[in-house]
């Protein structure tokens, strides 16, 4: 009878323990439900606290059978064990890209955390402590213990990314990025990898920049840019390394840290290539040297780019790269500050070696949207980015070939996760702007990054002289309806090849056509910079959202006039920002 009694007392004391704490955790899963937290980790967070709140439930409920058992074993009644399942009711947070945090309803999950924690922990103990009394297995307390570990931990770790963000910028100015990565940024799948990665990068390890660009370059993390972003902010001022080779290639760091690295990266590799030209006086291994006096070559023509133009904001250098056709990606203004950022992606022939041309393209239209821009400031980008087509061999070879989509199926990989950084490393405005214009094979190449990126890869796509995007309508590429704009100078023999998926200047294709010129057969493929031509003008006014105030060039007498379908305002968005 007294075995019976003690059991039975147990159980009572058991059961109101398991009545007190079994919903612990139901204050954090609410402010989690409540999308207190959305991007990021949110969603594996949102897992992790759910199967922490199974655990505690299942271990209180256990407890109770267990010595319900005992209460039986000795003689006495079945009992009945209080049910300890909750359901917090709100929708599950949406899993995705960063989007950011509620401030308040972090501090107060941070709270809720802690609260459990030091409840839990004195709950398993006593838990144990009446399971061993009676013979049976204390698991159930242990597992209380694990739970209490884990919310104390979490707490304590949101607390201090909560406080780093909160020192180092202001919440009326934090990226979302920011804010949803750097929270909990281990509980982002696939975090581990980039996250040593980034610490070994701090360490000073140049090949971790290299597998981080590996990783940059495939297009598949489409969070990587945003982890790289808020790294960069919670790493010390005095502990930033830059000097790592292809640092300032990594996307998602601010422009002027990327432009300060490169100029670093590009006088070092200037001293260290003219100390080794020097050595070979007379020269045994010819390739070797004509190697090295092509780098060197390389260097100094982007040196006489990086020149300040008078007129024109100073460049900044964002991507270097002397292997293959090179990498060189530039832009005029600040795509962290701009208003509007247009992002310039060209096709065949285009490298480093031919990039005077692309960035006289890009101070082209700078200029243009600038002077109609109503004082918004510009970034204007030259994106050479990719191994684009090349007249050489690799004509046959389906990966570069200018006939095959290969080529652009990577540039697109790398074109996206450069947007990517673009939106990572912009300070926050209501009023920005990204367009992406794709010329030629560019434009499959800015296609192909749409379609990985879709809804994210810009506001507006122009697609100049393009043989085909790899899609068949409009709608494919992800962007609003309205906002692919489609240019066709009458007689460019690309324009009409439709290659790639539907020719984008059909009507059928969906796309906004707008009023370029009509030129020669022999110019016209390039003829869409020219000084003072429609096509410029045009492109001016959608950089800037003026999708009402496009003009039409004069018909020229020198040629028949060639009827194009006229441009529908009913159809233009209204820029509504």
């Known amino acids: 009878m007294a075995e019976y009694a003690a059991a039975l007392e147990a159980f009572k004391r058991v059961t109101a323990l398991a009545i007190e704490h079994h919903a612990a955790l139901d204050t954090a899963a609410r402010l989690m439900h409540a999308h207190a937290w959305v991007g990021g980790g949110a969603t594996a967070f949102t897992t992790d606290l759910a199967g922490h709140r199974t655990r505690l439930q299942s271990s209180l409920s256990a407890a109770m059978r267990a010595l319900g058992d005992a209460v039986v074993r000795h003689g006495g009644p079945n009992l009945t064990i209080p049910a300890m399942t909750t359901a917090p009711t709100g929708a599950n947070a949406p899993a995705g890209t960063f989007r950011g945090i509620d401030p308040h309803a972090m501090t107060t999950l941070i709270s809720a955390l802690d609260h459990a924690g030091h409840a839990l922990a004195s709950a398993g103990a006593r838990l144990a402590s009446e399971l061993t009394a009676h013979g049976l297995s204390s698991q159930p307390g242990h597992t209380l213990g ?29 990226p979302a990025g920011l804010a949803a990565y750097d929270l909990f940024g281990a509980h982002e799948p696939g975090s581990g990898q980039v996250r040593q990665l980034l610490n070994q990068v701090a360490a000073g390890d140049a090949s971790a920049v290299r597998a981080l660009l590996a990783v940059q370059e495939s297009g598949q993390d489409t969070s990587l840019a945003a982890r790289v972003n808020a790294w960069w902010h919670a790493v010390p001022e005095g502990h930033r390394l830059t000097t790592l080779p292809g640092f300032g290639n990594l996307n998602g760091l601010p ?52 020149q300040p133009q008078p007129g024109y904001p100073k460049p900044l250098l964002l991507a270097v790269d002397l292997t293959g056709n090179g990498r060189l990606i530039i832009s005029w203004g600040d795509p962290d500050t701009a208003d509007i950022t247009v992002t310039n992606v060209s ?42 087509p090349q007249i050489d061999p690799g004509l046959f070879d389906p990966a570069k070939s200018v006939a095959f989509q290969g080529a652009a199926t990577k540039g697109g990989a790398a074109l996206a996760s450069f947007t990517d950084g673009l939106r990572a490393s912009h300070h926050p405005s ?38 085909g995007v790899g899609v068949n309508h409009a709608s494919e590429l992800g962007l609003a309806p309205g906002h692919v704009w489609v240019g066709e100078a009458g007689g460019d023999p690309v324009a009409t090849l439709g290659s790639f998926g539907a020719d984008p200047g059909d009507d059928a294709f969906g796309a906004q056509r707008f009023p370029v010129g009509r030129e020669v057969y022999t110019a016209a493929h390039s003829s869409y910079w020219d000084a003072d031509s429609a096509s410029l003008r045009n492109m001016g006014r959608l950089i800037n959202g003026e999708f009402d105030q496009l003009t039409s060039p004069p018909p020229r007498d020198d040629q028949p006039q060639l009827l194009m379908p006229e441009f529908d305002p009913a159809l233009a968005p209204k820029l509504n920002r």
């Open 255 to 306: 422009a002027a840290i990327r432009d300060q690295a490169n100029r670093h990266w590009l006088s070092t590799e200037k001293a260290r290539l003219t100390t080794e030209l020097e050595e070979f006086d007379h020269p045994t291994d010819l390739g070797r040297w004509e190697k090295i006096a092509n780098q060197l070559r390389r260097l100094e023509l982007i040196e006489q780019e990086l």
């Open 146 to 174: 694990q739970v209490a570990g884990w919310s104390v931990e979490s707490g304590r770790d949101l607390r201090q990314r909560l406080s780093r963000i909160q020192r180092s910028v202001p919440w009326s100015a934090l």
């Open 347 to 388: 096709g065949l022939t285009s490298g480093l070696d031919a990039a005077h041309g692309d960035l006289e393209r890009a101070r082209a239209l700078w200029r243009q949207a600038a002077v109609t821009g109503g004082g918004k400031s510009i970034a204007s980008i030259t994106w050479l980015g990719y191994d684009a």
């Open 430 to 467: 209501s009023t920005a702007r990204s367009v992406v214009i794709g010329h030629s094979y560019g434009s499959l190449t800015s296609g192909h990054a749409a379609t990985l990126r879709p809804g994210r890869l810009a506001d507006d796509l122009i697609l100049l002289g393009s043989p």
